[in-house]
Nanobody, 118 residues
Framework: QVQLMESGGGLIQSGGSLRLSCVAS????????MGWYSQAPGKERELVAS???????VYADSVKGRFTITRDNANETVSLQMNSLKPEDTAVYYC????????????WGQGTLVAVST
């Protein structure tokens, strides 16, 4: 059974930093494209950053230069370093895993809340 366990969210002041981590289990981690998505109240879930099985990285324009995604295949972990946080970054952040050759095989974590105050 695939499980994605996120941690690291919290309340932070504008300009601060947080590091989110997602530990995977029950899957061949290196076969999966991994991503972080955010969902703000009343909005759709959207991609923040992704790193595929080949380590190609994509960032949303809104986080370029502020967020860094990394994957550690040995420890089956994907992390999101979030710097220079802004109030508009406030959202629930979800870890996502998709089998790199079959996107019908996808999984979500339970989400972790990031709240950025002014």
């Amino acid at each position: 059974q695939v499980q994605l366990m996120e941690s690291g969210g919290g309340l932070i002041q504008s300009g601060g930093s947080l590091r989110l981590s997602c530990v995977a289990s029950g899957m061949h981690f290196s076969w999966y494209d991994m991503g972080w998505y955010s969902q703000a109240p009343g909005k759709e879930r959207e991609l923040v950053a992704s790193v595929n099985a080949g380590s190609t990285i994509v960032y949303a324009d809104s986080v370029k230069g502020r967020f860094t995604i990394t994957r550690d295949n040995a420890n089956e972990t994907v992390s999101l370093q979030m710097n220079s946080l802004k109030p508009e970054d406030t959202a629930v952040y979800y870890c996502n895993a998709r089998l790199s050759w079959d996107y019908t095989k996808g999984y979500w974590g339970q989400g972790t809340l990031v709240a950025v105050s002014t």
